[in-house]
């Protein structure tokens, strides 16, 4: 079993009555996303993705991604949110969170830029690049938002002095719209590989696109493998019965807990690695669900590094919380903990057994004490780190995601509130159509 739930740790707070009264809903939400009748329903091409991706660009990803390889020392993905989140993920989840450190693989650094507006962020990337050949794959639909267009115009610079416009053109990788936007015609018109971000796939769910597969496959990660666990999972999560389906009876269980008023729920790991899947999932799961004054506030930590800050509050604090913890069974790492004769640290008692048990153990314990202090723990047991489980846990969550933001009573696939900030900043930095609205800010600004 690649994926499967653990319910041993929720307490007293989720029973069977409370999953019966609540199934019908959650089958309900898993029909409406399967008859493509609710809303949003035009941003559901990642459903069938798995199965039905365009196999001809596929190809086409992996003879860029080796051309990159052979071709470049450092590797720059510009984009913003869903744009490299899944990648950056992909890669420290299969590879590992220090990848650029590691010096004898071979293949290139991958760095990732215009996701802040930070002078410093980027001053300090373009000092790595300097004396290494570079490529860049900017990633944005339109090519004008703001944070990935800054990046994209110093870094196409960059390209232009360093091998002139015939030379940069060859390593600038478009990733945007298949015909249409800012991005898409520019990238014609100076003969830039492109890539597609498909119109029915919204950013937080295209990590399965060419968005996060050029720059996964640049790291040396096997796509083919990643994919087939998509799949597998696209069939295991199809069946309506949540007694046998483990998505819908996570879907089931956060509901539960939501209106038993646990408005947080907590990713747990218990590897570093996991960390950037973190961040992907809190983007899917807020964005989706965060609207209309409803929603499960995504946080996330990284165990036992965050037992030493934020344990505490876990512990002890306002309960309103509930975990959902990922166990990842092998890691494929033997380490086992030397003898110490002197016992200086008094841990002699550790000592020949394998740190992998030992970071188990403390996940058993942490368990214990957190579910025992009223913070019910939903745990998710994933195989390894491989590429096949990645693909398979990035499926779980996306429908998951969906199907729960029906249940919720909310489209999971827009995102109104988004817009907000953006209009007062272009109205700040006195973007031409903003006048009225810089009007008005600059006299709040100035009460």
């Known amino acids: 079993m690649t994926l499967s739930l653990n319910t041993k740790f929720l307490g007293n707070l989720v029973n069977d009555e409370d999953l019966k009264n609540i199934s019908n809903e959650v089958y309900e939400a898993q029909k409406l996303l399967g008859s493509r009748s609710g809303a949003g329903n035009d941003f559901l091409g990642w459903v069938d993705l798995p199965e039905y991706y365009d196999k001809e660009e596929f ?40 990848y650029n450190n590691i010096s004898n693989k071979k293949t290139p ?68 719209d298949k015909a249409k936007g800012t991005l898409k015609k520019f990238s014609d018109e100076n003969g830039y590989e492109t890539f597609v971000v498909p119109d029915d796939v919204g950013g937080r769910f295209s990590v399965l696109t060419a968005v996060g597969l050029l720059p996964i496959a640049v790291a040396g990660i096997d796509i083919d493998a990643m994919m087939k666990g998509a799949q597998d999972a696209r069939k295991a999560y199809a069946d309506c019965d949540i007694d046998t389906n483990d998505c819908l009876k996570y879907v089931a269980i956060r509901n539960v807990l939501y209106r038993k008023n646990k408005s947080v729920e907590i990713l747990a790991a218990y590897e570093p690695a996991v960390q ?150 272009f109205a700040l930095l006195g973007k031409e159509g903003y006048e009225e609205l810089a009007g008005e800010l600059s006299a709040r600004i100035n009460k």
């Not at 989840?93 to 220090?98: D, G, M, Q």
């Not at 003898?339 to 188990?360: C, E, M, Q, R, S």
């Open 59 to 98: 190809e086409r990803i992996k003879k860029a991604a080796k051309k990159i390889q052979d071709t470049c020392d450092v590797f720059i993905v510009i984009g913003i949110g869903g744009s490299y989140l899944g990648a950056r993920a992909a890669i420290e989840f299969v590879k590992s969170p220090v």
């Open 109 to 176: 650094d991958v760095y990732f830029a215009g996701n802040s507006i930070s002078a410093s962020a980027l001053s300090d990337l373009l000092k790595i690049c300097e004396g290494k050949d570079i490529c860049i794959n900017v990633v944005s639909k339109s090519g004008t938002t703001t944070e990935p267009a800054i990046a994209f115009r110093v870094f196409r610079n960059l390209l232009e002095e360093k091998y002139g416009k015939d030379g940069a053109k060859e390593r600038i990788f478009s990733t945007t």
């Open 276 to 425: 950037m899947l973190c961040e992907w999932w809190k983007q899917l799961f807020g964005e989706s669900e965060g609207k209309d004054g409803k929603g499960i506030f995504p946080s996330s930590v990284i165990f036992s590094t965050d037992l030493h800050s934020l344990g505490q509050f876990i512990q002890d604090g306002s309960r309103i919380m509930f975990e959902t913890v990922l166990d990842i069974k092998n890691s494929n790492v033997e380490l086992l903990i030397p003898n110490d004769p002197a016992n200086v640290d008094k841990l002699n008692f550790l000592a020949g057994k394998d740190l992998d048990y030992v970071n188990h153990t403390a996940m058993l314990g942490t368990l214990f004490a957190h579910s025992d202090g009223n913070v019910p723990n939903i745990v998710l047991e994933l195989k390894d780190r491989s590429e096949y489980s990645f693909g398979y846990l990035v499926y779980f969550f996306e429908l998951a995601c969906a199907i729960s933001g029906y249940t919720l009573g909310v489209n999971p696939f827009n995102q109104p509130g988004v817009e907000s900030y953006k209009k007062n900043m």
